[in-house]
């Protein structure tokens, strides 16, 4: 987590909430390591990620191969 942060990431997690739970147990994490970086689903994750950024997430990413 800290070296995403440091990178400017943040860790956020979508899918079957048990099976993240089963997860983070096997790691040996906290249950409340994700805390408000779970979402239950893709599409909430989205929408969470195109409310939070705004109309940045709607732009395609900038190409590094331009001619």
């Known amino acids: 987590r800290e070296a995403l942060r440091r ?3 943040q860790l956020v997690i979508a899918g079957e909430s048990r ?3 089963r997860e983070l147990d096997r790691l040996g994490l906290p249950r409340d390591f994700l805390a408000d970086r779970y ?3 893709l599409r ?3 929408h969470s990620y ?3 950024l705004g109309d940045a997430a709607a732009a395609p990413p900038e ?3 331009r001619r």
């Open 7 to 9: 990178r400017g990431a």
């Open 19 to 21: 099976a993240i739970v």
């Open 39 to 41: 979402l239950p689903t």
């Open 44 to 46: 909430q994750a989205l």
């Open 50 to 52: 195109r409310a939070e």
């Open 63 to 65: 190409s590094s191969d």
